[in-house]
C-alpha cells in the first residue's frame, strides 16, 4: 500500500464534521490535526466529533499548534476566511484544499495574489479551492462538458435555490444579510456579500483562463428584493420590508459580449419574485457551441429513499462540499506548486467510493 497523505481538517461546521469523517474513511489519507473555534469542542476526540470510533487526535483551538504540525495537506473550511491564515499553512508546507475561498487564486488583487505566491514558494506547496458551488458546479462540471466541444460561443450556469433549510443560519441572516432592511444587504454595505461575489467572480475568471478566453472585466449586478409581510421560516423569521430574495448576475465581459454567465436566483421562502427566470430547482449548465449542450444537476439525500427528511436533501449538498474537496486532496498534492485552479489538477473522483 502507498503511503498515507497526512491531513489537517479546519473547522467542523456543516460541511467541516463531514469532511472530517470523510478523511476517517479514506483509504489514502490519515488525519494528524484538528481545529475548532468553539471552546466546548477543545481536547474533545476527534471521532467524537463526527460519530465515529476514538482516533487518538484531540481537537484543538490553538491556530499555532496546528501550523507546527507537520501534514501534507490542510482542509480549511471555516466560517470567515483569512488570507493570512493560509499563507502561515502554505509556508509551513501544507497544501491548503478550502471550500470558504481561493477558488482562482490567479485572479485575485495583486497584492493578496503574491501574498500567497510567497507562501506556496516557501513551503513547497499549493493552494486550491472547490465545493459544490463555487467549485463543482460552476468550474468541474463546464470544463468536463467543454471537453466534448470543437469550438464554444457561450457558457451559462444558473442557479435556483430556496435557503430556507440550509442548516447555517448565521451565514443566511448576519453574513447574506436576508432579513435585513434592503439598505444594510447591498453590495456597497454588506462586506461579506463583495466578498461572495468576488469568489463566484473567480470562477469565470477560471473558465475563461483554461478555455482561452481574454476578458476585458467580470461584474457583479446585484437585485434585493424586499417581503411586504413578515413570515417565519425553520431558520428564523423575515420582518416585513426586509430582504426576502437575493438575485445576482456575474457576467465575463468581452467587448458588448458575455460570453461566461453565472446566475443566483436565491430565494428564504416566500413569493418566488415574478420578473425573474424561472428555470428549475438546483442549477442548469448551458455551453452553447459546436455542439452545444445542457444539463440539470440536482444533489439529493437519496433518489432511492421516500423517507427522508428535506433537511437531509438539503445537507446533501454540504456533504458534496465536502467530498470535492476531500477527494481533491490526492490531486492538489501531486499538482505543481503555487495557486492551482481547476483545470490544472487530475480529474476528481470518489476517495472512498464502494468502500465503507
Ligand atoms: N464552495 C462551496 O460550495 C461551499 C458550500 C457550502 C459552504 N461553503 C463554505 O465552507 C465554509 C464552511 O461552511 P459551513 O456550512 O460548514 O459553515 P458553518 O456550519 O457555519 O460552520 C463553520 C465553522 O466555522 C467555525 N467558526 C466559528 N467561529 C468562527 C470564526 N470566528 N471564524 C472562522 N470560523 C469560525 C466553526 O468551527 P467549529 O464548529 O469547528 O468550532 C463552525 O462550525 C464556509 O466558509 C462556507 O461559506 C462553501
Not at 453590495?187 to 483554461?210: D, P, T
Request: charged share 20%.
Amino acid at each position: 500500500m502507498t503511503k498515507r497523505l497526512k491531513v489537517i481538517q479546519w473547522a467542523t461546521g456543516n460541511v467541516g464534521g463531514e469532511s472530517l469523517k470523510a478523511v476517517l474513511m479514506h483509504p489514502q489519507l490519515e488525519l494528524v490535526g484538528l481545529r475548532v473555534y468553539s471552546s466546548d469542542k477543545n481536547g474533545i476526540d476527534a471521532g467524537q466529533l463526527c460519530g465515529m470510533p476514538d482516533t487518538g487526535i484531540r481537537a484543538t483551538t490553538d491556530s499555532q499548534k496546528i501550523i507546527d504540525t507537520e501534514a501534507d495537506c490542510v482542509v480549511y473550511m471555516p466560517r470567515h476566511a483569512s488570507i493570512d491564515e493560509v499563507c502561515a499553512l502554505l509556508s509551513s508546507g501544507k497544501n491548503v484544499i478550502s471550500t470558504a475561498f481561493l477558488f482562482y487564486a490567479e485572479s485575485l488583487p495583486a497584492e493578496e495574489r503574491e501574498k500567497l505566491r510567497k507562501a506556496c514558494i516557501q513551503g513547497k506547496s499549493s493552494v486550491h479551492g472547490t465545493g459544490i458551488h463555487p467549485g463543482f458546479v460552476g468550474m468541474v462540471l463546464p470544463l468536463a462538458l467543454s471537453g466534448m466541444s470543437r469550438t464554444i460561443e457561450e457558457i451559462h450556469i444558473q442557479e435556483k435555490a430556496d435557503w430556507t433549510y440550509y442548516a447555517s443560519p448565521r451565514i443566511t441572516f448576519d453574513n447574506m444579510r436576508f432579513g435585513y432592511p434592503k439598505e444594510e444587504a447591498t453590495l456597497a454595505a454588506n462586506a461579506f456579500a463583495r466578498f461572495n461575489a468576488g469568489i463566484f467572480e473567480e470562477q469565470i475568471w477560471m473558465l475563461a483562463a483554461a478555455l482561452g478566453l481574454e476578458l476585458d472585466e467580470v461584474c457583479t449586478e446585484q437585485d434585493l428584493i424586499v417581503t411586504p409581510t413578515a413570515y417565519d421560516v425553520p431558520v428564523g423569521r423575515v420582518e416585513a420590508n426586509t430582504v426576502c430574495a437575493q438575485g445576482y448576475q456575474w457576467r465575463g465581459r468581452v467587448g458588448d459580449d458575455h460570453p461566461i454567465a453565472i446566475d443566483a436566483l436565491w430565494t428564504l421562502g416566500g413569493e418566488y419574485p415574478a420578473h425573474w427566470d424561472k428555470p428549475r430547482e438546483g442549477w442548469t449548465i448551458t455551453v452553447e457551441g459546436e455542439p452545444s449542450f445542457r444539463t440539470h444537476f440536482l444533489p439529493a439525500a437519496s433518489f432511492r429513499r421516500r423517507d427522508l427528511a428535506i433537511e437531509e436533501h438539503v445537507h446533501a449538498s454540504d456533504i458534496a462540499t465536502a467530498m470535492q474537496a476531500v477527494n481533491s486532496i490526492p490531486a492538489l498534492c501531486l499538482a505543481e506548486t503555487g495557486l492551482r485552479g481547476t483545470f490544472e489538477l487530475n480529474q476528481t473522483y470518489a476517495g472512498i467510493g464502494f468502500r465503507r
